[in-house]
C-alpha cells in the first residue's frame, strides 16, 4: 500500500512564495516517478510538474520559470517550490505516482493565491 502525506497548504498574497512537500512511503521511492497536479474550482485536474528518478523535471508552461519540483530520495519526500504566485495559481494541488499497476494519490492541499 502507497501512502502520500501532503503539508498543509496556504493563503499568500500574489507574488508571495509557498512549498509543497509530500512523504511517501509503501514504495521504492528512488525509482519513482513524482508528480504534482492541481485542480481549480469548476475546472479539470491538470499536470502541474514531473520529476523522474533521475531528476529530470517538467512543468506545465503557466507555471515554468515559477515553480520548482525537486526530490529528496533520502527523505521519500517530493517537494513544489512556488514562486512569484498568482491568482490563477489557486487550487488544490496534490501529488502523484504510479506504482503497482495504479495511481496513488495524495490528500489534497488548498493553495490560495489573493489579489
Known amino acids: 500500500q502507497v501512502h502520500l502525506v501532503q503539508s498543509a497548504g496556504g493563503f499568500v498574497q500574489s507574488a508571495g512564495s509557498l512549498r509543497l512537500s509530500c512523504a511517501a512511503s509503501?514504495?521504492?521511492?528512488?525509482?519513482?516517478?513524482m508528480a504534482w497536479y492541481r485542480q481549480a474550482q469548476g475546472k479539470e485536474r491538470e499536470l502541474v510538474a514531473g520529476?523522474?528518478?533521475?531528476?529530470?523535471?517538467n512543468y506545465t508552461d503557466s507555471v515554468k520559470g515559477r515553480f520548482t519540483i525537486s526530490r529528496n530520495n533520502a527523505r521519500n519526500t517530493v517537494y513544489l517550490q512556488m514562486n512569484n504566485l498568482e491568482p490563477e495559481d489557486t487550487a488544490v494541488y496534490y501529488c502523484?505516482?504510479?506504482?503497482?499497476?495504479?495511481?496513488?494519490w495524495g490528500q489534497g492541499t488548498q493553495v490560495t493565491v489573493s489579489s
Open positions: 502523484k505516482t504510479r506504482y503497482f499497476g495504479r495511481d496513488w
Open positions: 509503501g514504495l521504492n521511492f528512488k525509482i519513482t516517478f
Open positions: 520529476i523522474t528518478s533521475a531528476g529530470m523535471t
